[in-house]
């Protein structure tokens, strides 16, 4: 069976034509939200299985005539030329399978830090920050500097930035590592090169976290508001005291005289300390990945070389070096380096797929 007829895109089109009738039909609010995320996601799958399956029938029909004395010579030359785009079809509707990293689409905190090699090392964080820059604004994302330590030289101990911009994560993920200069310095009367490192942690930008409170996780006391005695003392039961289970946060309102007034607002403290907790969790989730990007600074730990006499930059997880040393720094031309990295990672996940790939079911099911 072919990849075009398989039950997994007979799900995805099943799935396409369900999400378009949904759509039509005018979900609303949230509902409308998900569907239409889905069937942005399922669409390219889609619409790439439909091109393929209206060239392997116009394939079958070519057969068909290939004993036709006077159209099958014809037939013959268009169908070696539809193989082709057959084939070409077939990969690209295998890319598009591959499991998803959901934080592609994200934008990024770029860090870099001066490693090995005192103020040589900072100048070089300072050149892979121009680089990344260059690359972003290219491309039409926005730079924003978070925090930034400067030398006296106009180096950067460490430099922290905002990459936004959609995709900005799906192709800078790559930078994470340790980035070894190989450079005479300015300061070396004797001619001599220095070997130097910054290390490179690109995260994808966490955003905003949307709290769901589940009210069996709530415990919700009411109780009779305390004050300095009055008219302005409430009579009735109309303080709340909630109590989110999970974590043991504990809100407790009683400034208006309404009991649902009060709740409402414990509610909106309660979800603010959540939010709260919620994102010092991501942030530490940050510096664990951070960690575990940027190894120790040591010379030794390198994704990249950039040879400065020889005019040459080497990734050493592919083997690709290019004598274009300028036109990588200026952002110009790391997209040739970028570049083989994403097939390098779309060639190893292909191979690892499994037969299970066959099964019915959109990206977002296979990747749940």
């Given amino acids: 069976m072919s990849l075009a007829e398989s039950a997994r895109i007979e799900g995805i089109l099943k799935r396409y034509a369900e999400l378009q009738q949904a ?3 005018g979900a609303q609010g949230e509902e409308f939200v998900r569907l239409s995320r889905e069937y942005a996601e399922v669409e390219p799958v889609a619409k790439k299985a439909e091109e393929l399956r209206a060239a392997v029938a116009e394939a079958e029909d070519l057969k068909a005539m290939l004993d036709d004395p006077e159209l099958g010579e014809m037939a013959k030359a268009e169908l070696r030329a539809l193989k082709e785009r057959i084939e070409k079809l077939e990969h690209e509707l295998q890319l598009l399978l591959l499991p998803k990293d959901a934080a592609d689409e994200k934008s990024v905190i770029l860090e870099i830090r ?6 040589e090392a900072a100048l070089f964080a300072a050149d892979l920050f121009r680089m990344y820059q260059r690359y ?3 491309r039409g994302w926005r730079v924003e500097v978070l925090s930034a330590s400067e030398t006296e030289r106009g180096g950067y101990k460490e430099i922290i930035a905002a990459i936004r911009g959609r995709g900005a994560y799906a192709r800078l993920k790559y930078e994470s ?3 070894r200069v190989q450079r005479v310095p300015e300061t070396e009367a004797g001619g001599r090169i220095h070997t130097s490192a910054a290390t490179v942690a690109v995260l994808p930008e966490a955003e905003d976290v949307d709290i769901h409170i589940d009210e069996k996780d709530l415990r919700i ?3 009779r508001a305390s004050g300095a005695g009055g008219q302005h003392v409430n009579t009735t039961d109309s303080a ?3 109590t989110h289970i999970p974590t043991g946060i504990v809100v407790s309102q009683q400034s208006e005289r309404s009991q649902h007034k009060n709740k409402a607002k414990a509610m909106q403290v309660l979800r603010a300390r959540l939010y709260e907790l919620e994102r010092r969790r991501q942030m530490e989730e940050r510096a664990a990945a951070r960690r575990g990007q940027i190894g120790s600074g040591d010379r030794s730990e390198r994704i990249r070389t950039y040879n400065f006499p020889q005019g040459r930059v080497t ?3 592919i083997n690709l070096t290019l004598y ?3 036109e990588v720094l200026s952002g110009e031309a790391l997209d040739e380096i970028i570049d083989p990295l994403i097939a390098e990672e779309q060639a190893r996940l292909l191979a690892a797929q499994t037969e299970d790939a066959g099964e019915p079911g959109t990206p977002s099911e296979k990747n749940a």
């Fill in 240 to 242: 709340v005291r909630i």
């Fill in 136 to 138: 972003a604004q290219d």
């Fill in 315 to 317: 990734d050493h997880r």
């Fill in 324 to 326: 274009k040393l300028d």
């Fill in 177 to 179: 590592g340790v980035h």
């Fill in 221 to 223: 006391d009411v109780f």
């Fill in 23 to 25: 759509l039509a039909a």
């Fill in 114 to 119: 001066a490693g090995t090699g005192g103020e």
